[in-house]
């Protein structure tokens, strides 16, 4: 049973992220926790995260967000705001749903674009208040597998990949630019051939154009949860992480990333796929400083990012 604290947002809504893509725009959270519940969310881990089975609604964001934008002395409007970087906007209640539909409402209506990454489920009052300014939207949808074991495994609370997929053609129906990311790749488990395979080919045939991979980071912080709720699972992954070195990636102190030779080869194929497919395959070097290389940012059409292109 999951509980839902409605909270009041103190201080400022939105705030620049000091890391990597995002450093330029603005961000916001709608709730502290979040109940998709991954097993390898890096924001399990975060000091401020809610006990499990709690998750904090800020419930009044859209109010304090219009005072915000609208402050006289405020000299210029942000120029893209990009949600969920440490939570989901579109996670499965009814009060977080209203409060999402509420912020995104006050961003349209002064004509701020907006940037969201989701695996949840976009009800359709959302999707036709954002049909009404497609043009002020860039949607990620995340989707790593269309496996129902890796579902049932790594991402039991959020939604099958089925529904996200119609997620991604409900955004596009409502003429939203959408692409996938497809983050974090788990070695050994969905970097196989058929599995990279079925997943781009099915996104092609949705009219995706672009999708976004890197492969899964240990942080110590949920070094456990993964032990502890992947058990055999993690037994088979974790050999990846032996003998690499704790290492600073974005803002984290102490992350492992998988060896870079198994990485390299597990973009190319993700590339030579999508290149037979005649889709776009960015990496981005936020999450793979040692490949070098620019940045992807979140909504591609709005800036020229130099993205990083291994092969």
């Known amino acids: 049973m999951v509980q839902i604290v409605l909270r009041e ?3 400022p809504v939105l705030k620049r992220p000091a890391f990597g893509c995002l450093k330029r725009f603005y961000a916001l959270n709608v709730t502290n926790g979040c109940l998709h519940r991954c097993v390898y969310c890096y924001a ?17 964001l859209p109010q304090l967000l219009a005072s915000e934008l609208d402050n006289p002395r405020r000299r210029k409007r942000p ?8 939570s989901d906007c579109f996670q499965p209640h009814p009060e977080i749903q209203r409060v999402t539909r509420e912020v995104l409402a006050v961003l349209l209506k002064r004509r701020v674009m907006i940037s969201f990454l989701t695996k949840g489920l976009i009800p359709r009052e959302t999707l036709d208040l954002l049909a009404e300014r497609p043009e002020l939207v860039r949607a990620q949808v995340g989707l790593v597998s269309l496996s129902e074991s890796y579902w049932r495994t790594f991402e039991p609370f ?8 119609a997620v991604v053609e409900g955004l596009r ?26 997943l781009l080919t099915t996104l092609r045939a949705l009219g995706v154009r672009r999708v976004t991979v890197s492969y899964l980071h240990l942080r110590p912080a949920i070094e456990g949860f ?20 704790w290492r600073t990636v974005g803002l984290s102190t102490r992350s492992k990333l998988v060896p870079l030779p198994l990485r390299r080869r597990g973009y190319a194929r993700f590339e030579r796929i999508g290149a037979e497919l005649g889709l776009e395959v960015v990496v981005c070097s936020c999450k793979n400083p040692d490949l070098g290389g620019g940045l992807c940012v979140p909504p591609p059409s709005m800036v020229a990012p130099r993205q990083l292109r291994l092969f």
């Open 158 to 165: 959020a939604p099958s990949p089925e529904r996200r997929l």
């Open 9 to 11: 947002k103190k201080g």
């Open 173 to 198: 129906r409502a003429g939203v630019e959408t692409e996938v990311r497809i983050d974090p790749v788990i070695p050994f488990v969905t970097d196989m051939e058929d599995e990279i395979r079925r």
């Open 79 to 86: 120029e893209l705001v990009v949600f969920n970087t440490a």
């Open 44 to 60: 399990r881990g975060y000091s401020q995260a809610p006990p499990a089975g709690k998750v904090e609604l800020y419930a009044n």
């Open 226 to 245: 993964l032990k502890k709720e992947l058990g055999e699972v993690w037994r088979r992954i974790e050999v990846c992480f032996k003998n690499q070195p």
